[in-house]
Nanobody, 123 residues
Framework: QVQLVESGGGLVQAGGSLRLSCAAS????????MAWFRQAPGKAREFVAG????????NYADSVKGRFTISRDNTKNTVYLQMNSLKPEDTAVYYC????????????????WGQGTQVTVFS
């Protein structure tokens, strides 16, 4: 069982940066693939970035490639999402998720979810 708590969201001007954190408690964090998803009002939850349990495999949505970076620190049971060059279309609730096995882009494949943190980008 893993509990996830996100933090770091907020209000930022377009072009700015934010770093989201997801702190995990429970056992086995280092064996889980971790990912960030986001959901804007009226839209489906979408994959943003994922990082495998070893930390070597990462993947990103095309819309964030080159702007966002996912990282994890297994010694701190934490995964991060560094978001640069933010755009108004990045506005959403951002969720941290965990699953056994490899990262996937389908939300239903993830076993554990955080409560979400709001990111609002204004122009």
């Amino acid at each position: 069982q893993v509990q996830l708590v996100e933090s770091g969201g907020g209000l930022v001007q377009a072009g700015g940066s934010l770093r989201l954190s997801c702190a995990a408690s429970g056992r086995g964090f280092s064996s889980y693939a971790m990912a960030w998803f986001r959901q804007a009002p009226g839209k489906a939850r979408e994959f943003v970035a994922g990082r495998g349990w070893s930390g070597f495999h990462t993947n990103y949505a095309d819309s964030v490639k080159g702007r966002f970076t996912i990282s994890r620190d297994n010694t701190k049971n934490t995964v991060y999402l560094q978001m640069n060059s933010l755009k108004p279309e990045d506005t959403a609730v951002y969720y941290c998720a965990a699953k056994t096995g490899s990262t996937e882009v389908v939300p239903d494949r993830y076993e554990y979810w955080g409560q979400g943190t709001q990111v609002t980008v204004f122009s």
